[in-house]
């Protein structure tokens, strides 16, 4: 996944910084690790909805409001995927390791609006190893995601 996403970028001339980091296998290790704030670290949670699937993309800090998740993607039926799901879906990517575009398996993308307020979006790369930094409106120009309001601060 690491190469294919980087190709994209490149091939979409977007400047990003790849940074890597000792294995972890969450965004709150991945923050601590390359010294940032959860606040700062971007999560992808993919979702079960009515109509398939979705990717939701918050903080690392944050917690999924799972009303307001389904008031933003229009559904009634939300549940977290299950880890077959995901291998399913994103075959060349770590569960845990997933990154924020949607767009390249065909899976809706919804952003949560704390993130969309940063200058630059801090990601995993589709490894347990490595994330990715790049500009935010760069990310949105390439994803086109949903932006709404859909996390909170976790406890």
Same mark, same amino acid.
């Given at each position: 996944?690491?190469?294919?996403?980087?190709?994209?970028?490149?091939l979409?001339?977007?400047?990003?910084?790849?940074?890597?980091? @000792?294995?972890?296998y /969450?965004?709150? %290790? #991945? =923050?601590s @690790?390359?010294?940032? /704030?959860?606040? %700062? #670290? =971007?999560?992808?949670?993919?979702?079960k909805?009515?109509?398939?699937?979705?990717?939701a993309?918050?903080?690392?800090?944050?917690?999924?409001n799972?009303?307001?998740?389904?008031?933003?993607?229009?559904?009634?039926?939300?549940?977290?995927?299950?880890e077959d799901?995901?291998e399913?879906l994103?075959?060349?990517?770590?569960?845990?390791?997933?990154p924020p575009?949607?767009?390249?398996y065909?899976?809706?993308?919804y952003?949560?609006?704390?993130?969309?307020?940063?200058?630059?979006?801090?990601?995993?790369?589709?490894?347990?190893?490595?994330?990715?930094?790049?500009?935010?409106?760069?990310?949105?120009?390439?994803?086109?995601?949903?932006?709404?309001?859909f996390s909170?601060?976790?406890?």
């Amino acid at each position: 996944m690491l190469k294919r996403l980087k190709d994209y970028l490149d091939l979409n001339k977007i400047k990003y910084i790849e940074i890597r980091h @000792s294995p972890a296998y /969450t965004a709150q %290790e #991945i =923050a601590s @690790s390359i010294h940032h /704030t959860g606040k %700062e #670290i =971007a999560k992808t949670v993919i979702v079960k909805i009515d109509s398939g699937y979705a990717m939701a993309v918050l903080p690392a800090s944050n917690n999924i409001n799972e009303n307001l998740l389904k008031i933003a993607i229009r559904t009634n039926k939300l549940e977290l995927a299950t880890e077959d799901d995901i291998e399913k879906l994103l075959p060349d990517c770590p569960v845990g390791a997933i990154p924020p575009f949607g767009n390249l398996y065909n899976i809706d993308v919804y952003v949560s609006r704390h993130l969309s307020r940063k200058k630059e979006i801090i990601f995993n790369a589709g490894s347990r190893t490595g994330v990715i930094k790049m500009n935010f409106r760069d990310y949105k120009k390439l994803v086109n995601p949903v932006i709404d309001i859909f996390s909170e601060p976790a406890n």
